[in-house]
């Protein structure tokens, strides 16, 4: 009886837990129903009682919640809606959550793409977002997208090594860490570089490329980035950063775009002439305004664009065969060729 009776003391509590889970805009939930779930918690309960409850729930969040949310616009100030839908199913229903469903598949999505997330985080920050919504709706938000090409990481500590870089980079700290690689002998786990010596370095910024975290610091010689999740054992030192004047010249727009996309090399301004059809891949290496562009024919386009020329700059240059051609400068051109007949050479004799 005494736990009949503690339970009784929090009917109208389980009475909205029943409403949240198993109710949303096209899942109503008839009061008998309601009766019999809360008999599963050894409470008893008459239909007028649950329905004064639910007229308790409703009183409760139709008023206007007080909190100092200037942005947010007073008709989505109401955290909870609970109505009677009189059609068909007939039923109570909760009609409006803190969160849109489509926030949280939103959400759900990010988290899947996201390489710096691993498996067992994900399946965690899943189960805690589908706390948001019915059990309906779980079922919509449980259907996984397929990752195309994007392997997970299986380090758990990139978030915890984010909180500790950052209190680093607040409290103008150096910080210290391993860095890990693969090899061919073990493929599966990461094994340390320099033969487990740890990396000091004087971080300044975190970035985020392609769902991969990178820090950006300073090594005691230049400005360099480092992948977050091939780091283990990131401490906090208690020597202070240096480098801030090699940082503070960095134009991080151009620095970024110049690192990630073309993977470093000398600086140079480059002519290419590009293919019509190739225009929505140009623009997403190097942004409608990164480049100047100009139509050449018909069917063809030129771009005038500061790129570090690199091998991989090559390499992407090669992918698209005869549909892009280097015009500038003239020793780009001869290098180009060298690293062409490079790899001619190494396929004559096969």
Sequence with gaps: MAGRSYNQRHKALLVFQILLRQTDKDHPLKIGE??????????????????RDIKELQRLYSAEVINDFDEVEDGERIPYKIEYDGSGERGYKVTKRPCKFSDLQLLVECIHSARFISQKQEKRLFETIAEFCSEWQYQDLNNETYL????????????????????AIKENKKIKFKYMKYTLQNREAQTPRRNGAFYT????KILINEGNFYLLAY???YITTYRIDRMDNVIKSIELREGAEFYKDINMQDFTKRVFSMFGGEEKNV?????????DIVIDRFGANGASYTPDDDKHFKIHVNVEVSNMFYSWICGFRKK???LNPPE?????KTFLADINQKYESC
């Design 34 to 51: 309601i009766k019999k779930q809360l008999s599963n918690y050894g409470i008893e309960a008459n239909v007028h009682s649950i329905g």
């Design 148 to 167: 195309v090409d994007r392997s997970k990481t299986n380090n758990n500590n990139i978030l915890s090594y984010i909180n500790t870089i950052n209190a």
């Design 201 to 204: 370095v004087s971080p300044f």
């Design 219 to 221: 090594n005691g010689k």
């Design 271 to 279: 002519t290419i002439r590009f293919t019509n059809d190739l225009l």
């Design 324 to 326: 892009a051609t280097i």
């Design 332 to 336: 780009v051109v001869e290098d180009f």
